[in-house]
């Protein structure tokens, strides 16, 4: 049932979600469900797109993730209800808005969610493989390659996690998340990714640009500049304009700044050095792709390890984000 009702509010002028609540509840007594059934139906409604959107643009592994979607949610037998009106809102939608890696993040966030209504403490966050560690010790600047986990070593500097990205634009990957993990003086950063076109490039190419680009050799801004030139399609609709916003509260030892923007190449690496410029560090970042736009959240703390409470540097990341984008 709620499968069935839960986007009937896209019949009628408004927010969808919150004009369908309002249906399904006048709905729902007339088909003779029982009050506690209606409401339910009404959460279903309203939460149906909570745990894609907070899959895909949350910190699975901050505590604050699964609290945010727990209270929202109330009960487990909703939480199951959710999980499998996900799953059948996004297949019957088209391969493009449920893959493998999708289910996945969905499944953790109901994973941690169900066992914090339960009563148990969250599983911890999931630590770097042991090979991962054994990388560390390599030095770098290192990447390593497993289907589409990537892994990059190299000595911890600002800007590090632009220069990466960047040159994983250069060779046609989209990021769909990242993870960074100090380790002394040299950072562990972990990338999800997907190939913009076709299939995986080769590894030991990519590698080579890396190094390149921390050396200075490579001037990515000017590169990634022209070859996004050459892709870019040559007529197309109005876009909305870029929009940074920067969520409180989302988690317990970070700001999320959260950038909606259209897709386009290298439009991460654009971002990450705006952030980089204002003297933050990404712990880590989460991409999601809606049709020709984007939603990226970086999770950052000022130059003092801290979550960013300082006005002048919140308006200061707004403005180099934007300014980067334009």
Excluded at 110 to 122: F, I, K, Q, S, Y
Excluded at 154 to 179: M, N, Q
Excluded at 202 to 211: E, G, I, M, N, P
């Amino acid at each position: 049932m709620g499968a069935l009702l839960h986007d009937l509010g896209k019949g009628y002028p408004g927010d969808h979600t919150e004009v369908g609540m309002r249906v399904v509840a006048d709905i729902a007594p007339r088909l003779g469900l029982p009050p506690a059934d209606v409401e339910v139906l009404v959460a279903m409604v309203q939460h149906h797109l909570l745990l894609p959107d907070v899959a895909t643009r949350r910190d699975l592994a901050d505590p604050a993730t699964a609290r945010a979607v727990a209270d929202a949610v109330g009960a487990f037998g909703v939480l199951e209800l959710l999980h499998a009106l996900a799953e059948a809102d996004a297949a019957a939608t088209g391969p493009a808005a449920w893959s493998p890696w999708k289910a996945e993040l969905i499944a953790e966030l109901v994973h941690r969610t169900a066992a914090l209504l339960g009563g148990a403490p969250p599983p911890p966050p999931a630590p770097l493989a042991a090979w991962q560690e054994q990388l560390v010790s390599q030095g770098g600047p290192l990447l390593v390659a497993r289907e589409d986990e990537v892994t990059v070593v190299a000595p911890d500097r600002h800007g590090l996690l632009a220069l990466v990205t960047g040159t994983l634009a250069l060779h046609r990957l989209d990021v769909r998340s990242a993870s960074v993990f100090l380790r002394g003086a040299t950072a562990v950063t972990v990338f999800r990714v997907a190939p913009r076109f076709g299939s995986l490039p080769d590894w030991s190419l990519v590698q080579v640009d890396l190094r390149r680009a921390i050396d200075g050799e490579l001037d990515l801004v000017s590169v990634l500049a022209n070859r996004e030139a050459a892709y870019a399609p040559r007529v197309g609709l109005p876009r909305d304009p870029p929009r940074v916003r920067i969520v409180d509260g989302a988690s317990e030892s970070a700001t999320v700044v959260e950038v909606h923007a259209a897709d386009a190449m290298g439009v991460l690496h654009r971002i990450t050095s705006a952030l980089a410029a204002t003297g933050l560090d990404v712990r880590t970042a989460h991409i999601s792709t809606l049709g020709t736009d984007v939603v990226d959240s970086f999770y950052v703390v000022g130059e003092d390890g801290l979550a960013l409470r300082d006005p002048a540097v919140r308006g200061r990341i707004e403005r180099e984000v934007l300014a980067a984008l334009a």
